[in-house]
């Protein structure tokens, strides 16, 4: 039995241009710079509505950052859009000398993060941004599930005053959570409810959550599904809740193992409520050429891997 269904695939990065599209028209502070890559980052409506917010600044991403460092003081709210390996490794110590360090009210939007970027290949699957920006102080981290958090998030990141990386892809995934949906910045958000087992994702790896879920539920395991949104700063209340009703977790992440979400996690259960962990994410590696889902499956980026992730954690709580 289906525990949630979909009707329609979008790819998250659309979401964040339907988000711009919105604040296009109705947040006249709302600037957007992006670094050649308009049609990667759905920002045609943007610039159909508001043409004079929008700046296009060349393959030249640090000079992107400072600028939009600078428009901040002006009272704007900028959004430096690009690939998230060029928005974030490549301008790491704009970031944080520009923008992160005097707080900036800069908004970091970077599409084509994880594995899932595909074809590309490891030199543009960056795994390690949430890692390099969650470090920063004063860095808000997002990372939505699908087109209809996305655009949410998008909206809702506008009215948040600081610096924030926004991450979101390009593949197209399932469109489960609500159309017009209020997006509350470090809030988790309960999926499924459950009682042997807690799994904790974010991004593309939601939808694999509640896939897993349901297998599970096959096999007479109950499992919560907690949709982490927002990686920093951490709905800890939400995560010390879960855990201390089902024991064990797994955490899930298209993601570097290291620098993620479930090291935000552990750190959090290590000095609060030890639990036995187990984590979903890259071990140590860079990717590689291939189709998307291809390469979720190799790395262990799926359903199955939460699943089995999720028995091994059971085990150990039983030991």
């Keep these: 039995m289906a525990l949630f269904t979909y009707d329609t695939k979008k790819d998250t990065r659309s979401g964040f241009g339907a988000g711009m599209e919105y604040l296009s028209l109705n947040n006249p502070k709302v600037v957007a710079l992006c670094a050649d890559l308009i049609g990667s980052l759905k920002l045609e409506a943007f610039i159909k509505n508001s043409p004079e917010r929008f700046f296009q600044t060349g393959i030249a991403e640090a000079n992107m950052i400072g600028l939009a460092a600078g428009l901040s003081i002006g009272g704007y709210v900028p959004f430096a859009t690009t690939f998230a390996n060029f928005g974030t490794g490549r301008v790491y110590d704009q970031i944080r000398q520009s923008v992160a360090y005097s707080g900036k009210n800069v908004k970091i939007a970077c599409s084509h993060a994880g594995l899932t970027l595909g074809e590309d290949g490891a030199t543009h699957q960056i795994l390690e941004d949430i890692g390099l920006m969650k470090m920063l ?34 593949p197209v995934v399932p469109v489960f959570t609500p159309e017009n949906q209020k997006f509350e910045i470090g809030k988790a958000l309960h999926l499924i409810e459950g009682s042997d087992v807690s799994i904790f994702a974010t991004g593309h ?9 349901e297998i599970l539920s096959e096999k007479g395991i109950h499992a919560e599904v907690i949709n982490i949104h927002t990686i920093k700063p951490l709905d800890v209340a939400a995560i010390h809740a879960s855990v201390a009703k089902t024991g064990c977790l797994v955490s899930a992440e298209e993601h570097q193992l290291n620098g993620g979400l479930g090291d935000s996690i552990a750190q959090y259960l290590a000095l609060n409520l030890p639990t036995p962990q187990e984590f979903v994410g890259v071990n140590d590696s ?34």
């Design 137 to 170: 102080p004063g860095m808000v981290v997002i990372n939505p599930c699908d087109y209809n958090q996305t655009k949410a998030a998008t909206i809702a990141v506008a009215e948040y005053e600081g610096p924030v990386y926004l991450r979101f892809g390009r």
């Design 205 to 213: 790896l939601v939808w694999e959550a509640i896939l897993a879920a």
């Design 286 to 319: 860079f990717g590689e050429s291939g189709k998307p889902a291809d390469l979720m499956e190799k790395y262990g980026l799926n359903a199955q891997a939460i699943v089995d992730k999720a028995i091994k954690a059971i085990s150990r709580k039983r030991i």
